[in-house]
């Protein structure tokens, strides 16, 4: 039923791990997206992908991969996290160019 | 460059009270879309409104009400008798067709209604 889904919801782990949060969406959407919440809810856009393709790189460290399986998924893995890592990460998808963003409820990721 | 402006950073207010949350946006494009979203303390976002930059007909929608006046570049949000459960960040944001759709946010209105 869920639109835009993300796991895990909260993330807990210590500096220098690799870890992955995953997203996908039900609404048939072309392009996904990942932004970032700071501790201060500034919210900016990380990466774009549409039809599994990038589109959007927005000067994000290379410690930041995204992957698109599937038109339906994409997926955030994070080598080395260091503790500026800490945010709530939110996956949303669109379908047309023009065409409101879903987002998704967000995962928490705390960096120790 | 565009660029989305919120200056008020926290209101706050008791319950009936109307209280409007302020967005004012720059951009050069003649396209553009406006768009709030709402984050309650469950830290979702929660799409509002969307409004494309030939459309500046106010819209209402229960107790919320945009006013989108492109000479002021302004596009602010109006809740008519708060409620608690209208408590929450609020976020303008824009998006430009140029290729690259991304959301613009501005820093958030988080408003606190009181009983």
């Known amino acids: 039923d869920t639109a835009v889904s993300q796991t895990p919801k909260y993330l807990v782990t210590q500096m220098g791990n690799d870890k992955s949060i995953k997203c996908e969406q039900n609404l048939g959407h072309d392009t996904m997206y990942w932004y970032k919440q700071d501790s201060k809810k500034f919210l900016k856009i990380m990466f774009s992908y549409n039809n599994k393709e990038l589109i959007i790189n927005e000067t994000v460290p290379n410690r930041f991969s995204p992957k698109s399986p599937d038109k339906a998924h994409l997926n955030l893995h994070i080598n080395s996290l260091e503790l500026g890592d800490s945010a709530v990460y939110f996956c949303?998808?669109?379908?047309?160019?023009?065409?409101?963003?879903?987002f998704g409820p967000g995962t928490r990721l705390t960096v120790l | 460059a565009q660029k989305v402006t919120q200056a008020q950073t926290e209101i706050s207010v008791v319950e009936k009270e109307d209280v409007t949350l302020d967005c004012v946006y720059e951009t050069r494009d003649t396209t553009y879309y406006l768009f709030w979203y709402k984050q309650p303390p469950s830290g979702e976002l929660v799409f509002l409104i969307r409004?494309?930059?030939?459309?500046?007909q106010n819209e209402i929608s229960g107790r919320y009400s945009w006013n989108f006046q492109k000479s002021t570049s302004s596009f602010n949000f109006t809740i008519t008798a708060s409620q608690v459960v209208d408590s929450a960040v609020y976020f303008c944001a824009l998006s430009v067709l140029e290729g690259t759709d991304k959301l613009i946010f501005g820093t958030g209105t988080r408003l606190q209604v009181f009983p």
């Open positions: 409004r494309n930059s030939f459309d500046e």
């Open positions: 949303a998808s669109r379908r047309g160019t023009t065409d409101t963003q879903y």
